[in-house]
T-cell receptor, first 112, second 114 residues
Framework: KQEVTQIPAALSVPEGENLVLNCSFT??????LQWFRQDPGKGLTSLLL?????REQTSGRLNASLDKSSGRSTLYIAASQPGDSATYLC???????????FGPGTRLSVLP | EAGVAQSPRYKIIEKRQSVAFWCNPI?????LYWYQQILGQGPKLLIQ????????DSQLPKDRFSAERLKGVDSTLKIQPAKLEDSAVYLC????????????FGEGSRLTVL
């Protein structure tokens, strides 16, 4: 059974800090990995998608990396802002499955 | 491009009653998913459609949950009869290029069962 974990479950940082969110998985055979943001009471917003052949993707202040050999992906947020406060989830599509497996998320609070 | 549309946004019912949720995916997206998200957890897949055929419904509690996607476009998820543990957010998502494509989610339908 594929398992996806995200540690820590919650994180508080002061505004302006650079931070890293972690996503770990037990099976390295993946098609792609997607990072999402979820605001309270809202659906999930796609941030970045990394295909299996890629090592990283960047969008603005966000950078996501993928290391299949170590079973780990990181989401780097530069110069954090209070508006970045949300829950961040990773989701993986494994080779021999046909649906995404989600991590439980990391709840981020950026304090002004 | 319009996003994934869901309704209703909120629903409160008594246990043993029935409820239905509607989803209209992004135009041209062949794959449609229904997820259940319990507070503090990641979404869990209930059912996946490819056009109007079911790809995966292995985690759908078929004694009380049903879903259909007529004509390969919009979809309805029904719960009958509802239990207290069905209280959750029901999320609809779609993707363009099948199961390896990027997922796009709707705002979700929050169900409270009393």
């Amino acid at each position: 059974k594929q398992e996806v974990t995200q540690i820590p479950a919650a994180l508080s940082v002061p505004e302006g800090e650079n931070l890293v969110l972690n996503c770990s998985f037990t099976d390295s055979a993946i098609y792609n990995l997607q990072w999402f943001r979820q605001d309270p009471g809202k659906g999930l917003t796609s941030l970045l998608l990394i295909q299996s052949s890629q090592r990283e993707q960047t969008s603005g202040r966000l950078n996501a990396s993928l290391d299949k050999s170590s079973g780990r992906s990181t989401l780097y947020i530069a110069a954090s802002q209070p508006g970045d406060s949300a829950t961040y989830l990773c989701a993986l599509l494994f080779n021999y499955g046909q649906n995404f497996v989600f991590g439980p998320g990391t709840r981020l609070s950026v304090l002004p | 491009e319009a996003g994934v549309a869901q309704s209703p946004r909120y629903k409160i019912i008594e246990k043993r009653q029935s409820v239905a949720f509607w989803c209209n995916p992004i135009s041209g997206h062949a794959t449609l998913y229904w997820y259940q998200q319990i507070l503090g957890q990641g979404p869990k897949l209930l059912i996946q459609f490819q056009n109007n055929g079911v790809v995966d419904d292995s985690q759908l509690p078929k004694d009380r949950f049903s879903a259909e996607r007529l004509k390969g476009v919009d979809s309805t998820l029904k719960i009958q009869p509802a239990k207290l543990e069905d209280s959750a957010v029901y999320l609809c998502a779609s993707s363009r290029t099948g199961p390896t494509g990027e997922l796009f989610f709707g705002e979700g339908s929050r169900l409270t069962v009393l």
